[in-house]
């Protein structure tokens, strides 16, 4: 039985303590939280579990093997950091740092110790995008040309972070996971309707190697919820509505062919194909249940998480490249791994 210990418990973290309640082979030993009012929560919903407003008592806690880090990104770093240092395994809230050097740390720490050091990209574990994964991987779509993604709503603004670093989080996860190919450059550009808050709307695009492109759209000011992401290949396309009860995935055999038209070599006829669209099924399994049992899996047979922090950094290195390219109103940012150049 693996021991867990979690440290934040609000908004997010209640969703991680369910489920590792509910994960077989593993046991919420301790939660902390600065809030008392939260603390009360825990007492009332988990009376064995230890509650307290000292991070420490969890990190040092004997029975606590991993540590689950549900605080704010600013904070994500000490936090995982003092974990890894005490030994503990550790799983962080995305994204993995506020800042590149600061993952690289964190990765280089695990890995001295032989620790997991997993992070926590959601969409990674849910049916939907692991149906996509498997379109993909198996060519189904043929080459890809884009991908294309809208992440709206009213959404909760953020104090620590801009509306990148929460909601545009999910797609370059997302992409990190169904791409070979790795971003090399972005333009972002971004605004803000708070005066002194962070942007609460931004527009990203992302240049690869060939002619794949990627634009994100995200917005905490829409009046509507939208999470639909289009991503078009040569033979088929793919609708993913994750705000659609059951069809999250449509496959479209939907298409253009291009021929030389026979009076000039020079002038392209472009032919359109309209085939069948289908709804594949999809795992109905918790995406935070899945990741639970993987996380503990990975820590019970010293196994490297599907998103394990070198997805994480990656992920962080295009959010700072974002940042610095919306500072500069879109100038395209070249992004290295595990550095930054302009
Ligand atoms: N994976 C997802 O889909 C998803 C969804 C929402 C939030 N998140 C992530 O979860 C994290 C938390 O977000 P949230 O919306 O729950 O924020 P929140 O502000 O609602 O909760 C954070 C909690 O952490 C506590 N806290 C802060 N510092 C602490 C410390 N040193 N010791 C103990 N407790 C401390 C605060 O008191 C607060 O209750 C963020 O990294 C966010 O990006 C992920």
Redesign the pocket.
């Given at each position: 039985m693996i021991g867990i210990g979690v440290?934040?418990?609000?908004?997010?973290?209640p969703n991680l303590v369910r489920n590792f309640m509910q994960a077989a082979g593993g046991r919420v030993i301790a939660v902390?939280?600065?809030?008392p009012e939260?603390l009360a929560r825990i007492n009332e919903q988990y009376p064995t579990i230890m509650a307290t407003t000292n991070?420490r008592e969890v990190i040092q806690h004997p029975q606590v093997d991993a540590v689950v880090i549900?605080?704010?990104?600013t904070?994500?770093y000490e936090?995982a950091f003092q974990a890894l240092r005490a030994g503990k395994h550790v799983l962080v809230?995305?994204p993995l740092t506020a800042t590149s050097g600061q993952g690289m740390s964190l990765i280089e720490e695990a890995n001295r110790r032989g620790l997991v050091l997993m992070v926590?990209h959601?969409f990674v574990y849910t049916g939907a995008v692991r149906k996509a994964q498997e379109l993909i991987a198996s060519n189904s779509l043929g080459d890809l040309y884009y991908y294309d993604s809208v992440r709206v709503n009213l959404g909760l603004f953020q104090h620590d972070v801009n509306v990148i670093w929460?909601l545009a989080v999910h797609d370059l996860a997302i992409m990190d996971y169904l791409l070979a190919l790795r971003p090399h450059a972005v333009s972002a550009t971004g605004m803000s309707h708070v005066p002194g808050g962070p942007e609460n709307i931004a527009y990203l695009t992302l240049f690869f190697d060939g002619n794949l492109i990627a634009h994100i759209h995200v917005n905490w000011l829409a009046p509507v919820k939208v999470r639909r992401t289009l991503i078009g290949g040569s033979q088929k396309m793919v609708v993913y509505d994750d705000i659609e009860p059951s069809e999250k995935i449509k496959v479209y055999d939907k298409g253009i062919t291009v021929k030389n038209g026979p009076e000039s070599l020079y002038r392209m006829l472009i032919g359109y194909r309209t085939g069948d669209m289908w709804a594949p099924q999809l795992e109905i399994a918790e995406a935070l249940q899945v990741e639970a049992l993987h996380f503990l899996d990975c820590i019970e047979n010293g196994k490297q998480p599907i998103t394990n922090g070198e997805s994480g950094l990656r992920v962080v290195n295009i959010l700072e490249a974002a940042t610095q390219s919306i500072s500069a109103r879109g100038q395209l940012v070249h992004i290295y791994p595990g550095r930054l150049a302009a």
């Open positions: 440290i934040g418990y609000g908004y997010w973290g902390s939280d600065l809030r939260r991070f549900a605080t704010p990104v904070t994500h936090l809230e995305k926590d959601t929460d």
